[in-house]
Nanobody
Framework: QMQLVESGGGSVQAGGSLRLSCTKSGYTGGDHCMGWFRQAPGKEREGVASLDRYSTTTYADSVKGRFTISKDRAQTTLYLQMNDLKPEDSAIYYC????????????????????RGQGTQVTVSS
């Protein structure tokens, strides 16, 4: 059973940066789809970014040019580098994954992926 654990959240001022990490365990198969989604209080879940087995990335329009998704060479840790943070980026950020190689729906499909972590809080103050 795949397990995902996020870390790296925190509080920053607008314009600041954070890097989130997602450590994967319990899965020894090939490379596969992983991504990040977020949920702010009273709002719907929003897919933020996805990364498939071919290293194809997709991003929500709201974060393009500011966020970068990547993974380490061992493919056990997924990252989300977040720059130029805005108050509207405040949310709980979740790592998610599935065992297929492609990310169906790109970043928009990430909230529906079957494996997910417990989330890490990101708060951006103005």
């Amino acid at each position: 059973q795949m397990q995902l654990v996020e870390s790296g959240g925190g509080s920053v001022q607008a314009g600041g940066s954070l890097r989130l990490s997602c450590t994967k365990s319990g899965y020894t198969g090939g490379d596969h789809c992983m991504g990040w989604f977020r949920q702010a209080p009273g709002k719907e879940r929003e897919g933020v970014a996805s990364l498939d087995r071919y290293s194809t990335t997709t991003y929500a329009d709201s974060v393009k040019g500011r966020f970068t998704i990547s993974k380490d060479r061992a493919q056990t840790t997924l990252y989300l580098q977040m720059n130029d943070l805005k108050p509207e980026d405040s949310a709980i950020y979740y790592c998610a994954a599935e065992v297929r190689g492609f990310c169906l729906g790109g970043s928009a499909g990430v909230p529906e992926l079957p494996y997910r972590g417990q989330g890490t809080q990101v708060t951006v103050s103005s």
